[in-house]
């Protein structure tokens, strides 16, 4: 088989190794899609601290049971199954009490253990989801980025009555924007690029602004009537960007902020900004218990799929991944892996 290793920034190779057997309680999966995401654009940077090379980058990773283990119950050879990108201890106070996406001894697949860029690795039996066969593997790459606007908009509360503000129209703000439609809630979406979001109100946006060309607060004020929005999602994720968010006439008083990333410099928050309305502001991390649900949407039809992923990489041709990472293209929003 053929695998993908980052050895080091801006070095990748293609190794021939052998198919590796299940253990008694694992499964052998064969790699079908294999989305790339910003932190797989990190990894080859070696811009993530908590990475170490060599590495096989992909957290977003769908593919067929191949084999499994002696002991394995859940699926069987031929299921189609989704991976989940987390690796945890299930003992400790998070795993206990629902929060494993923050295990104490998490392990991310792609990032902090090997991932899915190669066409064949084992996973434990708990940690695949099987899909329906009816979901083409261009969309079930899908699945895991769909489950992280699942998770961040549970963790925000968000309900048919909110009027959300998203805050960026890339990947993760238009999958934000369709977790929200489907819970019924109203959505305001925020970019400095007018072709975002055009594409944003084809995925349901019922407002857009562009902060670069409007008065942002003030076209806030308009479409809420003075109010403001109950919750608003950070998708640009940019140095000072939180900070914006809580500037008052965005949020009304008892919203809630979801910040989605992780920016490490410091901004310029008060308590003040916090506590005079009383705001929430609510960490989200990848996500947790939302494969199974996203599946059953997928195959329902309740997301719109055509145009989330714009670009299509076979394996055999990856090349053209890094290619892109260090020339961007535009017009590349997402792309995903296909394998032969």
Same mark, same amino acid.
């Given at each position: 088989?053929?695998?993908?290793?980052?050895t080091?920034?801006?070095?990748?190779? /293609?190794r &021939?190794?052998p198919i590796?057997?299940?253990?008694?309680?694992?499964?052998?999966v064969?790699?079908?899609?294999?989305?790339?995401?910003?932190?797989?654009?990190?990894i080859?940077?070696?811009e993530?601290?908590?990475?170490?090379?060599?590495?096989?980058?992909?957290?977003e990773n769908?593919?067929?049971?191949? #084999?499994?283990?002696?002991?394995?119950?859940r699926?069987k050879?031929?299921?189609?199954?989704?991976?989940?990108? %987390?690796i945890?201890?299930?003992q400790c106070?998070?795993?206990?009490?629902g929060r494993?996406?923050v295990c104490?001894k998490?392990?991310?697949r792609?990032?902090?253990?090997?991932?899915?860029? #190669?066409e064949?690795?084992?996973?434990p039996?708990?940690d695949v989801?099987?899909?329906?066969?009816?979901?083409?593997?261009?969309?079930?790459a899908l699945?895991?980025?769909?489950?992280?606007g699942?998770?961040?908009?549970k963790r925000? #509360?968000?309900?048919?009555?909110?009027?959300?503000? %998203?805050?960026?129209?890339?990947?993760?703000?238009?999958?934000?924007?369709?977790?929200c439609k489907?819970i019924?809630a109203?959505?305001i979406?925020?970019?400095?690029?007018d072709?975002?979001?055009?594409?944003?109100?084809?995925?349901?946006?019922d407002?857009v602004?562009?902060?670069?060309?409007?008065?942002?607060i003030?076209?806030?004020s308009? %479409?809420?009537?003075?109010?403001?929005?109950?919750?608003?999602?950070?998708?640009?994720? +940019?140095?000072?960007?939180?900070?914006?968010?809580?500037?008052?006439?965005?949020?009304?008083?008892?919203? #809630?902020?979801?910040? =989605?990333?992780f920016?490490?410099k410091?901004?310029?928050?008060?308590?003040?900004? /916090?506590?005079?309305?009383e705001?929430? /502001?609510?960490?989200?991390?990848m996500?947790?218990?939302? +494969?199974?649900?996203?599946?059953?949407?997928?195959a329902?039809?309740?997301y719109r799929?055509?145009?989330?992923?714009?670009?299509?990489?076979?394996?055999?041709?990856?090349?053209?991944?890094f290619?892109? =990472? &260090?020339?961007?293209?535009?017009?590349?929003?997402?792309?995903?892996?296909?394998?032969?």
């Amino acid at each position: 088989m053929k695998s993908c290793v980052i050895t080091s920034p801006f070095i990748y190779e /293609i190794r &021939e190794i052998p198919i590796p057997e299940p253990g008694d309680n694992e499964v052998l999966v064969q790699m079908k899609a294999a989305g790339v995401c910003g932190s797989d654009l990190h990894i080859y940077k070696g811009e993530n601290p908590l990475s170490k090379y060599p590495l096989v980058p992909g957290h977003e990773n769908a593919g067929i049971v191949a #084999r499994v283990g002696k002991n394995v119950t859940r699926v069987k050879e031929g299921d189609h199954v989704v991976v989940d990108l %987390i690796i945890t201890c299930g003992q400790c106070y998070q795993c206990t009490h629902g929060r494993e996406e923050v295990c104490e001894k998490v392990l991310v697949r792609g990032s902090g253990t090997d991932g899915g860029w #190669r066409e064949y690795f084992t996973v434990p039996e708990d940690d695949v989801y099987e899909i329906d066969k009816s979901i083409p593997w261009k969309d079930a790459a899908l699945i895991e980025p769909i489950a992280i606007g699942a998770h961040c908009t549970k963790r925000g #509360r968000i309900q048919a009555d909110d009027t959300v503000f %998203i805050l960026g129209t890339g990947t993760i703000g238009t999958i934000i924007l369709q977790a929200c439609k489907v819970i019924g809630a109203k959505v305001i979406c925020c970019d400095v690029d007018d072709s975002s979001l055009e594409r944003a109100k084809t995925f349901g946006a019922d407002y857009v602004i562009n902060s670069k060309t409007e008065d942002m607060i003030e076209r806030i004020s308009q %479409i809420t009537e003075g109010h403001g929005c109950t919750a608003a999602f950070d998708s640009a994720c +940019f140095p000072g960007s939180l900070a914006l968010l809580l500037q008052p006439g965005i949020v009304c008083n008892a919203g #809630r902020v979801i910040p =989605m990333g992780f920016s490490n410099k410091p901004e310029p928050i008060s308590q003040a900004d /916090i506590n005079k309305r009383e705001l929430d /502001i609510i960490g989200s991390r990848m996500s947790a218990y939302q +494969f199974q649900p996203v599946a059953k949407n997928m195959a329902e039809g309740k997301y719109r799929l055509e145009g989330l992923a714009t670009t299509f990489v076979k394996f055999s041709e990856i090349q053209k991944v890094f290619e892109n =990472m &260090e020339n961007p293209d535009p017009a590349v929003k997402k792309t995903v892996i296909l394998f032969d």
